[in-house]
């Protein structure tokens, strides 16, 4: 004791010269006092600690606007995802249920509890396939997630490619033959749907695109190559599951097709994605930059950017280095704030190309309730896709506005001030 | 007395008749009226059904039987589609009246009660506006798609099939006025710190009368510029979920759209039908079925484009000067 009380400098001597009625007592306070010396002075641990913490707490005093406003988000995102939940419930307990009066219902809390319980505890259900095969519902989504993920990176990927220099330069140069082109584009093509596009690129670039990939026999679009292609090369390679096209390592056709080496078909695969990619791209860079257009004209008129001109810095300087720089968390706000749109563009063009991807799914168990034997069929499946698509919404929303405000903390109060 | 007032007025006229792109919108949308007009004079009897040829699937779409040397119009004029054999350019004159009245239908209301929450939201304040705009968070989060995909999907089977149009109306509605609450909520709130309203308040103005009086009118504009998406998301709607119905099922089934009857003219049902035409599961290359009842759209998706930007600009304060 005293030989740690000697190491641990002048912590040890103040409890050590008590009486000894009192040392029973006593004790726990040492103790206390100790370990608050302990930790706040001298011990490596707590300088590791205090290290590890310091810069978090600078963080937090530094940006507790953000903070707050992360925290009022994540209550509100509770809410919201409860409201979804009771939306859910309304359509499939409530509804779908007194339309068959098979079963006794539930009464209204009782049911809505156990509803929302089972969603979030990941307790989903089975799906039965042509009425024998049972399969528990998250794996079955997770076979078509990874082809949604893969074509909607890389999709945005490109929309933001095109869309991040085109808005900035016709914003910058407002009133100019690209602005007004740009102007013109976007009014046009919001009344273009995703759809119409699509059919109209597999009427005029089908035969020709076939052609060109090698993939010409028997093809309806779909992501991997077709089943007479696959019967000229070799037949079905064993890393790919024949019933659900399931790509074996990681499930993402592009990137299992590059680790097994299988280039001609990874050069196919690549040509598929990126022709709906850009489908995709198509619509939703004209929908993006309706947004954005007139949140990059305001951002270009700040006066920095007229004092910086003023100095002689350089026009084009101006323009990307600092213009482009001010323009990012806007442009990362209205991902947010466009997502929703996104993915109804993306679940078109899936449905079109015939893409083996979750919000195809959503369309196609959509359709098949219709036919077989009522909702109940397909019930399980719908709920947990329209969850999660809502849910991914919600995150991707919340997310971008954080990020957002986290770049251009001037923004935030802004906001707090009642800006959009 | 009137000769200052007479002559603002005249200056607002000239600046709405100088105004191109709200000039374009205004005229475009009036020639819709007129051809709706036109529609329900001429039609007067069978507005509400279009003829159809089953056998069409037999014997392929005819094409446009228009011809100009000499002239004469033919019976398909701009073609017949190909699903149920609809005479398209007949199809589009009848739908019109109904298009009008259902888009209208929808986004008015939809307006209506953005603009009330908003202004309450934005005007109140504090523990209003959070529950107010908590509300309008769950409401943005679930996509109008995926609602109407509900609707149809789960509601739509058990109902007599003239309910559906009024279930489609009443969804849409209920699920797409979250983000004109938002937009017209943070104008509102900019607006309410301003000086005006506080002389409002401190010459005995009530809370109401603040709110509806002051800071309602100065609020509603920046909704203008959501219209159109709200727009070519209903025409989304209502263009898929029908082809989903379709394509999945691969069969005649007894819910294919949100509209009472197979043979109800609507613009986006006869475009499905020409959509239908020319997959390529089917190639039957009706490019006729598919391209009139699609201008048709885009023309009237366009007018009303021109006509809400062309509206917010005009109605700003800045009238005269425009940004761009």
New interface residues.
Partial sequence: MSESGKSRGGSEPRSEPAPAGTVRQSVPFALAIVAILYSHTISPVSRFFGRLWAPVGRWVKRHHLIVVWTIRRAI?AV??IL??LT?LYY??DV??AS?STNETPLSVITGWWTFVTNILTGQWGTISIAGVVAIPTATYIGYYLPYSIELAALALAISLLVAYPVGLYSGWH??RVL?SSV?GYT??W???????FS?IV??FL?QPFLTYSGDNINA?FGTLPSIGWFSLHGGYPSWIDPTYDFTSPTGFPLIDAAWHGAWSMEWIIFLKVMIEALCIAVSYVA?FL?YARNAT?EATKAEYLRAGRARGIPNRQLLWRHAGRRVIPLYIFTIGNTF??F??IQ??VE?IFNTQGALYL???A??????GG??QTQQAL?IVL?FL??VV??VV?IVAEIVAMALDPAWLSEKE???? | MSSPSRSYLRRRVGQYLHHTELMLGTTILGLYVLLALVAWIYYRGGLSSMEFHIRVMAYGPSPPTISFFPFSLGPYTLGQTGLFGFNVLEGLIKATPWDLMLFAGIIIPTCLIGLVIGVVAGGTGSFVDDALMTFTDVILSVPPFVVALLVFVVILPGLPTSQAPLLFVAAMILINWAPYARVVRARARTIASKPFVEAAAASGAGRLRILFRHILPNSYSPMLSQVPITLANLIIILTVIPYVGIETSQQYINVVSFMPAINFPEWTWILVNGMIGFSPIISTNAWWAYTFPFLCIFAFGLGVQLFCDGLEDYLSPQSGSRTH
Wanted: charged share 10%.
């Fill in positions: 509100n809410a919201q409201g979804i939306i359509f499939f509804l779908a339309a407002r009133g602005d102007r009014a046009v919001l009344f273009f749907p995703a759809i119409i059919l597999i009427l089908y309806i929908l309706r004209v929703g749109m993915i109804i679940s078109t449905l959503l369309l196609f959509g359709g098949q309730s219709l036919i009522g909702i719908l329209i698509i809502s919404i919600l929303s001030k009642g800006g959009t």
